[in-house]
């Protein structure tokens, strides 16, 4: 959520933060860490499309993934920098055929009573990669570009009290445009203090504030919303989260909305295993250039079966739908559900190679034609992945 003339303050701010390095301790250590996974892949239906024509598609290919990790450590800051390319080839459908990059960096500088952290990341990718779940056109391979920047200070008041702000500007584009996905940007200021209760009760409380500015006929919109949410660790081996908060959602046009948001969460660890799960509803925009209201419900699960193999287990679940919505009735409701079960076999200290299968399934449209707007997905993977000794200077 974002004030309208957030991302221009922004851009000076981030420089004056990452300028904050020039003080730092002299003695820097860098690290380099090189990663690659190439897999190939069977998929049926991967564009999720309704039409009985594409349900039974099948599409096989390549996969490669490239990553660099660099990582530079001071006495007081902490620079990380990664960049990641990655690319699909299908021989029997070249439709398919998509590069896509991404950059992430974060900067983070620590005092005595005050920290900052800040971030930029850019990804270029496709629709196949940025609709799944959320608006659910992924029919096209098109064009799909974003940025997002960060940056917020931390406090210390005392032991128990911290203090911390964050704004936080990005932007998202779609140079293959189609009528249906607008370009838009998306701003948000946050404002959190946390006052830890005891060693196992954290209590916090954080408000916010943003702006959605489209680039069609859709109208800006401003939200708020105020939150209370409470962490307790039970033990070192299991741990809780719950939080609950009021949103006030207002457009040009004069419509507004209040709403509920929540985010319930546990985890544990076994001697070998894990499980966490999550069920939240938050707001998020979409590339309809409108504010979404997403539920979501997750559980993973782990397991370290001997000394090389482990499995996984993953499953999920996602409505979205318009926030400003016309008697709690939305025909661009969109519905995603996901699970996956995956192995790896860890061949050698570098080396590691992975097997996976999953299903996917998405329904677009309202309650009374999701059964006619429905496209299911099933893949398998198997890959090989690389992970390359730390350089250190």
């Known amino acids: 959520m974002k004030w309208a003339g957030a991302t221009r303050p922004l851009l000076p701010l981030a ?14 250590e860098w690290t380099m860490t090189p990663s690659a996974n190439l897999l190939t892949q069977a998929q049926q239906n991967p564009r999720l499309a309704v039409d009985d024509d594409s349900k039974h598609d099948v599409s096989s290919g ?9 990582l530079r450590r001071t006495e007081r800051t902490t620079l990380s920098v990664s960049p990641l390319v990655r690319a699909y080839r299908y021989d029997d459908n070249n439709n398919l055929d998509r590069d896509e990059e991404a950059l992430g960096i974060t900067y983070g500088w620590v005092g005595e009573t005050v920290s900052w952290d800040s971030n930029v990341s850019a990804a270029r990718d496709t629709t196949l990669t940025s609709e799944l779940g959320t608006t659910g056109l992924t029919q096209g391979n098109l064009r799909h570009e974003s940025w997002d920047v ?13 203090l911390r702000a964050n704004a936080e500007t990005y932007a998202h584009r779609y140079p293959d445009r189609q009528s249906a996905l607008l370009d838009y940007g998306y701003s948000t200021a946050m404002l959190s203090t946390s006052y830890v209760a005891s060693e196992k009760l954290v209590v916090s409380l954080f408000g916010t504030a943003g702006r959605l500015n489209s680039d069609g ?14 962490q307790y660790s039970w033990s070192l081996l299991t741990s809780f989260g719950a939080a609950i908060g009021r949103s006030w959602v207002t457009s040009d046009t004069g419509e507004s909305r209040k709403g509920l948001l929540f985010n319930l969460s546990a985890s544990h660890v076994f001697e070998k295993s ?3 799960f999550n069920v939240s509803r938050r707001q998020a925009p ?25 499995a996984t287990a993953t499953a999920s679940y996602s409505k979205r739908r318009n926030v400003l919505r016309s008697f709690n009735f939305d025909l661009q409701e969109v519905r995603y559900t996901r699970a996956q079960l995956g192995l ?8 590691k190679l992975g097997f996976a299968a999953g299903s996917t399934t998405q329904q677009v449209g309202s309650d009374f034609v999701q059964g006619d707007l429905t496209g299911r997905g099933f893949e398998v993977s198997l890959g090989l992945s690389w992970n390359g000794d730390p350089y250190v200077r």
């Open 344 to 351: 790896a076999w860890v061949l050698a200290p570098n080396w």
């Open 286 to 310: 979409s590339g309809r250039a409108l504010l979404t209201e997403a539920d979501e419900a997750s559980v993973n699960a782990a397991t370290q079966i001997t000394e090389r193999l482990s």
């Open 150 to 162: 960060s940056v917020g200070p931390s406090w210390q008041l005392t032991e128990r009290w911290r």
């Open 15 to 28: 420089a004056v933060t990452a300028g904050l390095a020039s003080g730092s301790s002299l003695a820097a």
């Open 62 to 70: 390549l996969g490669l993934t490239a990553g660099l990790g660099i």
């Open 274 to 276: 894990s499980l966490s």
């Open 217 to 230: 006929n859709t109208g800006n919109t401003d939200d708020k919303s105020a939150n209370v949410q409470l």
